[in-house]
């Protein structure tokens, strides 16, 4: 039982000295985080990438955009307009983007700019429909709060929590 011998020592009921028995190894990366904005937008939010873009372009980045509320579509080069609704995330080569603009009165969202570290199967293109869960944008908000508060010991801790949140998204992307 689990290197106990004494049945007293264990309760039926729990899930404690259980085994988890994997049907093979699980592997976990990392990201190297390059940008992460909290926007509220209006309906004049209107961004011509790469131009408007703070930073040089990095070709082997990814674009994350997670609605949080209102909506938003981004425009690709191939013509492509994807419309992103309320509790949405889409990731999206940088290299594609022409611009992405709020639709209506309000969108608000976040944008994480990321290199992978090691392999991550990303649906790039695929809008993933989120749950309705607030603990995503609290998480994201913490991640934020964290790279605000000028101790740079904190930014490997904002870094995990983000990827822990990339992770998240990727669990209800449906697969064909």
Same mark, same amino acid.
């Given at each position: 039982?689990?290197?106990? /011998?004494?049945?007293?020592?264990?309760? @039926?009921?729990?899930?404690?000295?259980?085994? *988890? $028995?994997?049907?093979? @190894?699980?592997?976990?990366?990392? =990201?190297?985080?390059?940008?992460?904005?909290?926007?509220?937008?209006?309906?004049?939010?209107? *961004?011509?990438?790469?131009?408007?873009?703070?930073?040089?372009? @990095?070709?082997?980045? /990814? =674009?994350?955009?997670? /609605?949080?509320?209102?909506?938003?579509?981004?425009? !690709?080069?191939?013509?492509? $307009?994807?419309?992103?609704?309320?509790?949405?995330?889409?990731?999206?080569?940088? !290299?594609? =983007?022409?611009?992405?603009?709020? *639709?209506?009165?309000?969108?608000? !969202?976040?944008?994480?700019?990321?290199?992978?570290?090691?392999?991550?199967?990303?649906?790039?293109?695929?809008?993933? @429909?989120?749950?309705?869960?607030?603990?995503?944008?609290?998480?994201?908000?913490?991640?934020?709060?964290?790279?605000?508060?000028?101790?740079?010991?904190?930014?490997? !801790?904002? $870094?995990? =929590?983000? /990827?822990?949140?990339?992770?998240?998204?990727?669990?209800? $992307?449906?697969?064909?």
């Amino acid at each position: 039982m689990n290197g106990f /011998t004494d049945k007293k020592h264990v309760k @039926n009921e729990t899930q404690h000295n259980i085994p *988890v $028995v994997l049907d093979g @190894n699980v592997m976990s990366s990392g =990201i190297r985080l390059i940008a992460l904005w909290d926007t509220k937008a209006d309906a004049s939010y209107d *961004v011509k990438w790469p131009r408007d873009k703070h930073l040089p372009l @990095n070709p082997h980045s /990814t =674009i994350a955009l997670y /609605t949080r509320y209102g909506s938003g579509v981004v425009s !690709l080069s191939n013509g492509e $307009v994807i419309a992103l609704p309320e509790a949405s995330v889409i990731f999206i080569n940088p !290299l594609l =983007i022409e611009g992405y603009r709020c *639709v209506g009165e309000i969108w608000d !969202l976040f944008l994480l700019e990321f290199v992978p570290n090691g392999f991550w199967d990303l649906p790039y293109n695929q809008l993933i @429909n989120l749950p309705d869960d607030v603990d995503v944008s609290q998480q994201l908000e913490r991640a934020s709060r964290l790279f605000s508060s000028q101790n740079a010991g904190q930014e490997p !801790l904002a $870094v995990s =929590i983000i /990827t822990t949140v990339l992770y998240e998204w990727l669990s209800q $992307v449906k697969r064909v």
